[in-house]
Nanobody
Framework: QVQLVESGGGLVQAGGSLRLSCAAS????????MGWYRQAPGKQRDLVAF???????NYADSVKGRFTISRDNAKNTVYLQMNSLKPEDTAVYYC??????????????WGQGTQVTVSS
């Protein structure tokens, strides 16, 4: 089984920066896309950014230009650099990995989440 271990969350002031890290361990074969989701209080869990195994990226409009997702395949780690943070970025951030389980089938693997709080 794959385990995702997240780190880097915390409390910052508006305009500050944080870098989230997510390290995958265990049975890490056939992991393709990795990404970050977030869930604010009372809201659904939404995609923030994802990155493919080849390095292609995609971002939610709300974070485009401020956040950068990257990955180190040698370390099986994905990062989310968050700059110019706003109070609306406050949420629990979840690491996600997509693991192919068969031909045309896959499963989502989730970290436990890390709290990011941005004060005004």
């Amino acid at each position: 089984q794959v385990q995702l271990v997240e780190s880097g969350g915390g409390l910052v002031q508006a305009g500050g920066s944080l870098r989230l890290s997510c390290a995958a361990s265990g049975s890490i074969f056939r992991i393709n896309d990795m990404g970050w989701y977030r869930q604010a209080p009372g809201k659904q869990r939404d995609l923030v950014a994802f990155i493919t195994s080849d390095g292609s990226t995609n971002y939610a409009d709300s974070v485009k230009g401020r956040f950068t997702i990257s990955r180190d395949n040698a370390k099986n780690t994905v990062y989310l650099q968050m700059n110019s943070l706003k109070p609306e970025d406050t949420a629990v951030y979840y690491c996600n990995a997509v693991q192919q389980t068969g031909w045309g089938t896959s499963r989502n693997i989730w970290g436990q989440g890390t709290q990011v709080t941005v004060s005004s």
